[in-house]
Nanobody, 117 residues
Framework: VQLQASGGGLVQPGGSLRLSCAASGYFFSIGAMGWFRQAPGKQRELVARITSGGSTNYADSVKGRFTISRDNAKNTVYLEMNSLKPADTAAYYC????????????WGQGTEVTVSS
């Protein structure tokens, strides 16, 4: 199973970006999916998470600005990021619980988001 993230880049403060992460490989189902981020010198932190049923939760720092969604038919999770701030600058990683022969947690490669004027 591989998680392929895309959509990062350089954006000015107040701008928007949309991250995508698609799961591929052999598996039966995907459970919760989420996005984490890690800024230089800081610990990786949860940004947003969505269950297979569509329930979501967000870090307080992104509530009202970021929206997580998923397309189960495409095995893809999205993160719509609006009103971006310099503090949002980080490497963003997708994460998913995937059921093959058993449940296993997978990480995608990071995609860099830089918010700067």
């Amino acid at each position: 199973v591989q998680l392929q993230a895309s959509g990062g880049g350089l954006v000015q403060p107040g701008g928007s970006l949309r991250l995508s992460c698609a799961a591929s490989g052999y598996f039966f189902s995907i459970g919760a999916m989420g996005w984490f981020r890690q800024a230089p010198g800081k610990q990786r932190e949860l940004v947003a998470r969505i269950t297979s049923g569509g329930s979501t939760n967000y870090a307080d720092s992104v509530k009202g600005r970021f929206t997580i969604s998923r397309d189960n038919a495409k095995n893809t999770v999205y993160l719509e990021m609006n009103s971006l701030k310099p503090a949002d600058t980080a490497a963003y990683y997708c994460n998913a619980d995937v059921y093959g022969s058993s449940w296993f947690n997978y990480w995608g490669q990071g995609t860099e988001v830089t918010v700067s004027s």
